[in-house]
């Protein structure tokens, strides 16, 4: 997306369609966690990104400042839950939101967001959101047919090790309260560190979230009550080296994920799809050369094309598209990756 930037380090990207185009957003500064670390986005235009310009930075009223972390986009008008709409021209001209985290760590950080009424192009105040309310921490929220919307999230605390939950922040009055909600807890020896849910749509109703985990696969857990209630969390055989992912429902029904096919190191970084949510086939490796390649944002655009970003070394954020109608799919049960796609 740029050959050049005024920071050093670029992480956690985060992409929506809006009536005007794509638009991307990520955290950059002179490394993860540093006080320089800010906002910085980057709109689709004339087909090539803008320059990167800072959007939001964690300077407090005091003077003191803080690191940005997480950007997400978020766009209601862009389809229910698979963020994508029947038209591009179709689409009204609704508050785009940028929810981001500041704070000295994930630990002890808090929810900000910002709205444009201008695809990007300006930006309101930022504004901290209720005490107990973080906002998506990494992946973008869901709205389902009836208008509910649903911010995936999670907490890390304080402790070492320190201990990790999701949860879900539902709100069915287009945004201005929100209510959280968790799935059960754990018995005691059977617990799973997840954080940063990516949210999926069944044709059926029922919902399901995937994410990081630190048991080397990914988690799931089911919602059958548009996110009131989720089923206590399982892994899937799809591994995890504690690293983020994100996924997507297309609008002909199945659910693509991108992550780290590996439970170790974040390379390579692939694309599986699924018809049920259960069983996984492979579809593409992004890349598979050493370094980190991590912290996927994906949607589906009007045209019916998938649109990835992603971390590239930590340097730059890199921009792929993909026709899923022309993917070939390769089973693999057993949640091995297939040879022929190495």
Known sequence: MFETAPFASAHASTLVETRDG??????????????????????????????????????????ARYPCWNPVLFD?????????????????DPTLSLFYKVGPSPQRWWGMVRTSRDHGRTWSD????????LGPIK???VRLSDGTMISPSS??????????????????????????MAPPAFDEGRE???????????????LQAVGRT?????????????????TPMTLTVLPNPNSGIDAVTLGDGRHLIVYNHT?????????????????????????????????????????GLVHITYTWKRQRIKHVVIDPAKLTLVPMPDGAWPPALR
């Not at 930022?126 to 309310?133: C, H, N």
């Not at 799973?192 to 029922?206: E, T, V």
């Not at 370094?291 to 009007?302: L, M, T």
Request: aromatic share 8%; no cysteine; hydrophobic share 35%.
């Open 76 to 92: 209601p008008s862009a389809g229910s839950g698979s963020s994508r709409a029947a038209s591009r021209d179709e689409m009204p």
């Open 263 to 303: 439970t170790e190191g974040r390379s390579p970084l692939n694309v599986a799809l699924s018809r049920d949510g259960a069983t996984w086939e492979a579809a593409l490796v992004l890349e598979r050369e050493p370094g980190e390649y991590s912290y996927p944002a994906v949607i589906q655009s009007a045209d």
């Open 22 to 63: 794509l638009v991307a957003a990520w955290f950059g500064g002179t490394r993860e966690g540093a006080d320089d670390v800010g906002i910085w986005l980057s709109r689709r235009a004339e087909n090539k990104w803008t320059p990167p310009v800072e959007v939001a930075n964690g300077v407090q009223p005091d003077g």
């Open 192 to 206: 799973i560190h997840a954080i940063q849910p990516s949210i999926l749509i069944h044709s059926d109703g029922r």
């Open 139 to 141: 992946n973008k929220p």
């Open 155 to 180: 907490t890390e605390s304080p402790d070492r090790p320190s201990t990790w939950r999701i949860h879900f922040e539902r709100s069915a009055d287009a945004g201005r309260t929100w209510t959280a």
């Open 214 to 230: 630190r048991s080397r696969r990914i988690f799931e857990t089911w919602s059958s009550d548009r996110g009131k209630t989720w």
């Open 126 to 133: 930022a504004r901290r959101l209720p005490d107990g309310i």
